[in-house]
């Protein structure tokens, strides 16, 4: 059973910074790509980045694209997301999931066994 377990959010101010963590058991986590995803209340969860299993390529949403960075410690079995000059709208709840992609028209999983998230809350 993969499980997944996302840290690091919190209540910020527009313009300020996090940094999420996301712990991973149950898969070879050095073989698998990873993506961040976020969900608002009321909306869709959606792809936000996600990075190659070697670390060497990462995809964004374009909305957060220059201010956010995806990275990732294989040996820790870790994957991190650095956010920067944060918005209200970057406001939502931040799951990560293995074996993301980006395809035309946004960044999807078809993992099914999501964790708890972690809030983050951007005020204006």
């Known amino acids: 059973q993969v499980q997944v377990v996302e840290s690091g959010g919190g209540l910020v101010q527009a313009g300020g910074s996090l940094r999420l963590s996301c712990t991973v058991s149950?898969?070879?986590?050095?073989?698998?790509?990873m993506g961040w995803f976020r969900q608002a209340p009321g909306k869709e969860r959606e792809g936000v980045s996600c990075i190659g299993w070697s670390g060497s390529i990462a995809y964004y949403t374009d909305s957060v694209r220059g201010r956010f960075t995806i990275s990732r410690d294989n040996a820790r079995k870790t994957l991190y997301l650095q956010m920067n000059s944060l918005k209200p709208e970057d406001t939502g709840r931040y799951y990560c999931?293995?074996?993301?992609?980006?395809?035309?028209?946004?960044?999807?999983?078809?993992?099914?066994?999501w964790g708890q998230g972690t809030q983050v809350t951007v005020s204006s």
């Open positions: 149950g898969l070879t986590f050095g073989n698998n790509a």
């Open positions: 999931a293995p074996d993301c992609a980006s395809v035309e028209g946004g960044i999807f999983s078809s993992f099914g066994d």
